[in-house]
């Protein structure tokens, strides 16, 4: 079965600090993803990574940022975390068809 | 991605099959339909997905209908761990995919 794991299921961080989530998968995939959920919006893409390196905007990029250094591991950064980035963060990774989602990292920015 | 709709809620005795259905009227030729679903607190579940032919996994199968503007999504025994919110996704780029409201399905005793 295919693993993503995200380093933490919740966190609390101080407005302006910059914060770093973690997302590691153990399947080799290609292709992996940001999203942020919150109730009402659904999902929303913040950014994604195709290969090693490579990064493109998602549909809510802004205040984000990515780091993609090697296959399984793609890192989500908050520059200075805002209030308004209190959000439910998902991480996925994918080789072709189906994107195989983490457990989620619950971010409460005070 | 392709506008989908779908009922807001639904709800399923359990035992019962469950059927969800998802209208996307404005699908192209190439364009597939992938189901997610969302347990509480948790991340979305890749549930099956199809391009114009009849798909059944060990989760679920997947109806659409000839000119591919609907499909439905069918649970055949459902469960109460089968009570989610299930996501009916047309993505117009190649893995990138736009979650709705999607459905919330309740499956009852």
């Known amino acids: 079965d295919v693993k993503v794991t995200q380093s933490s299921r919740y966190l609390v961080k101080r407005t302006g600090e910059k914060v770093f989530l973690e997302c590691v998968q153990d399947?080799?995939?290609?292709?992996m993803f940001w999203y942020r959920q919150d109730p009402g919006l659904g999902l929303r893409l913040i950014y994604f990574?195709?290969?090693?390196?490579?990064?493109e905007k998602g549909d809510i990029p802004e205040g984000y940022s990515v780091s993609r250094e090697k296959k399984e591991r793609f890192s989500l950064i908050l520059e200075s975390a805002s209030t308004n980035q209190t959000s439910m963060y998902l991480c996925?990774?994918?080789?072709?068809?189906?994107?195989?989602f983490g457990p989620g990292t619950r971010l409460t920015v005070l | 991605d392709a506008k989908t709709t779908q009922p807001t809620s639904m709800d399923c005795a359990e035992g019962r099959a469950a059927n969800l259905p998802c209208n996307h009227s404005?699908?192209?030729?190439?364009?597939?339909v992938y189901w997610y679903r969302q347990i509480h607190s948790q991340g979305p579940q890749y549930i099956i997905h199809?391009?114009?032919n009849n798909e059944t996994n060990e989760m679920a199968s997947l109806i659409i209908t000839e000119d591919r503007k609907s499909s439905t999504l069918i649970l055949p025994h459902a469960t109460l761990r089968d009570t989610a919110v299930y996501y009916c996704?047309?993505?117009?780029?190649?893995?990138?995919?736009?979650f709705g409201t999607g459905t919330r399905l309740l499956v009852s005793p």
């Open positions: 996925a990774s994918s080789l072709r068809a189906g994107q195989f």
């Open positions: 990574s195709y290969d090693v390196k490579m990064k």
């Open positions: 399947m080799d995939h290609e292709n």
């Open positions: 996704i047309v993505p117009r780029s190649f893995q990138k995919l736009v």
């Open positions: 404005t699908i192209s030729g190439n364009e597939y």
């Open positions: 199809g391009l114009k």
